[in-house]
């Protein structure tokens, strides 16, 4: 037996003012996203926003169904819009922002394990990191430099051979 030993690494800014403008702008479609979420249910609003290396920035947020499995993540709505678009762009950076309606989320909110599946697919396909940046709805803001931090272990294409 042999032990193996994973180790990701975060950063955590204290707030959205602290981030790169670039980020800051992107951060502030993800929240403008968050407030058109269609969330009924859960009145849990969810926004994304990502950039391409041509610049067009893309978002999404969560669409939510009666029929509570067909609705769908703000992550996987910007992302699969991006990759229907624009399928030979890469996705340079995300900003995600989340938070119920009830009460302001000071948490950092990080995306669930189905989106950082889904993410980690087109960091594959383009063969460069994607940058990821969640908060709630205020306060401090946490950046993973790859969805490999955040998902060791992917179960990518590598398998299917
Ligand atoms: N949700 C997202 O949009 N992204 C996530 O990463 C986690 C959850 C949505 C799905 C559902 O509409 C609501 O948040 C509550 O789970």
């Known amino acids: 037996m042999k032990e193996i030993k994973l180790e990701s690494t975060l950063y955590v800014y204290d707030s959205v003012d602290e981030l790169p403008e670039d980020v800051q702008a992107l ?3 993800a929240h403008e996203a968050r407030l058109k979420a269609y969330a009924p249910y ?3 609003l ?3 926003a990502l950039i391409l290396d041509n610049g067009e920035i893309i978002s999404g947020n969560n669409q939510e169904n009666a029929s509570y499995p067909s609705g769908l993540c703000a992550e996987r709505t910007a992302i699969y819009y991006a990759g229907s678009k624009y399928p030979d762009n890469k996705i340079m950076k995300m900003a995600l922002t989340a938070g119920s309606t009830q009460s302001q989320t000071l ?3 990080p995306p669930c394990g189905a989106c950082r599946q889904a993410i980690a697919e087109y960091e594959v396909k383009q063969e460069s990191p994607i940058e990821i940046y969640f908060m709630g709805t205020t306060g401090k803001v ?6 490999s ?4 272990l992917i179960f990518d294409r590598s398998f299917l051979t």
């Open 149 to 152: 931090d955040l998902l060791p």
């Open 142 to 147: 946490v950046k993973s430099s790859s969805l």
């Open 107 to 109: 948490t950092p909110i």
């Open 27 to 29: 951060m502030t479609r």
């Open 46 to 48: 969810v926004g994304a």
């Open 42 to 44: 859960s009145n849990f």
